[in-house]
């Protein structure tokens, strides 16, 4: 059985190498009393991850964010495959997974953010496919790429876009660029 944590750590590394919450937002899912500072500064109720294996290693993970404010939403993060899982079905087993842990826990929308750049292209038809629903989001200072949130209602119903959802913090993970002078 490999060292689940550690490769879940270095394959969210390898995906989302941009981003940093993923290390402290792994470790607040097994032990969420001792990171509770990384749920409350992004006004989080819980973090949980599942990873998929495959052949003995850690192939895809995703998470499920629970913000505080909005308990009847879940926010789908850092949801991804090793590059030698894609293409056989796997992302969409572990999505269609995933969509069925919030229903169970009686979410009424499914909400993920992405950019709509073309490595993403794939995930965001899956995503389309699945009855996700797409909206722009303002670009954060110094980006250069259209970010989308995409929502899925699990009630039967059309979700709220997160744009009309008030109060609505900016989109975990994502953080404005720091400028350093020259």
Known sequence: MPDTLVETQR????????EHDH???LLAAIAPGSHAAFLRDRGLASVRFWTSIQNGQVA?????????AHPEETWLAWYGLHATARGCGKGAELLDWVI???RAEQKRVLRLWTTAEEEYAKAI???RKRGFLSEP????????WQTLVLSLGLDGCEPTTWAQRSPHGELCGREAPQLVAA
């Open 23 to 25: 290390q402290a937002a």
């Open 137 to 144: 989001w303002s670009a954060l200072p110094g980006e250069t």
């Open 11 to 18: 394959l969210a590394a390898e995906l989302f190498p941009w």
């Open 100 to 102: 069925a842990e919030a």
């Open 60 to 68: 895809g993970l995703a998470g499920l964010y629970n913000y505080a």
């Open 125 to 127: 038809a899956l995503y």
